[in-house]
């Protein structure tokens, strides 16, 4: 999610275009293109409001990359000098140092045009962001730090099944992931008819493909349930409401319901949920789209925690693998925040 410096009025006042990664180096085993896997040498920067952060977040934890590439919260509410860490000591992070993700980027290219965006890696000797690129980080950690994942990880990018996740994950990104913000931010009525009726399609289809089968790609987790869970877990906490994709609530789609109450209740997926940071930043950033900054009440979220009955359809969550274990003490979710 990016934070430009535009200003937060702005969302919902001119056209909607996602920028792409304007840094998109990766990490990798064989380090090629400069940043090889260690052990403590990256700092993964992520909000708990973000969608596009949070699939890293899931994705760290059900790896068991948790000893290896440490984690920085940031506040959920944003200024105009981006994402910041206000909810450490002294309002810097504990390990950059910083008191804004900005500098990370400054410390990287000074002068660079482009908006302040979670996830970010940042390389923690030289204090510079290494990759902002979310489309490619999860991948990564999937597939090239492989060496440092915990005994018993799953392989959510199996490379048989590549093909078909990815052809998966592309609807899903052009029209829900992407969609709800095309819809939110839409400047005009047919603009945001097309997003949220091409949102609503893709909702049914996805709905009947799960109708008869417990994940999106075969029969384990992969990366494409992970991507899809990130914007189902908000939906009708904000993208109902404040985004005007309100044809259907979440929990009025039983097949859906039931597939995104599965996944929250499996470790590695709702125990990385803060229900609290969503709201506070969509209801009170956008002040473009909700001027007032009035925070709802609702949604009750005790459903998240009713039975979901789709162990029946069989499949294997974590495959040969197993669970993750608990999460650090450090990083757990307050209670207050989840149901």
Known sequence: MTQSTDGNSEYG??????????????????????????????????????????????????????????LAVTDPIQDDRSWRFTLDPGDRDPVLGIRFLSEAYDAREQGYPGGVSVPAVVDVPSGKLVTNDYQQLTLDLATEWTALQRPGAPDLYPEALREEIDDVMTGVYRDVNNGVYRAGFATGQSEYEEACRALFHRLELL??????????????????????????????????????????????????????????????????????????????????????GIVPIGPELGGWLTPHYREELGGRPFGDGTPPGPVPAAEEVPAPHHP
């Open 13 to 70: 006042r001119k056209p909607f275009k996602r920028s792409r990664s304007h840094f998109a180096d990766r990490i990798t085993a064989d380090g090629r293109d400069g940043w090889p896997v260690e052990v403590g040498r990256y700092r993964l920067v992520a909000s708990r409001a973000c969608p596009w952060a949070s699939r890293a977040l899931i994705s760290r934890r059900l790896l068991g990359l948790e000893d290896a590439l440490s």
């Open 207 to 292: 709905s009947d493909r799960l109708a008869h089968r417990r994940y999106l790609v075969g029969d384990t987790l992969t990366e494409a349930d992970i991507r899809l869970f990130t914007t189902l877990v908000r939906f009708d906490a904000v993208y109902h409401g404040h985004f005007k994709c309100n044809l259907f609530k979440l929990a009025e789609d039983p097949v859906l319901w039931a597939y995104a109450k599965d996944l929250y209740q499996t470790p590695g997926f709702g125990d990385t949920v803060d229900f609290r940071h969503i709201k506070e930043h969509y209801y009170r950033v956008h002040t473009g789209v909700n001027p007032a």
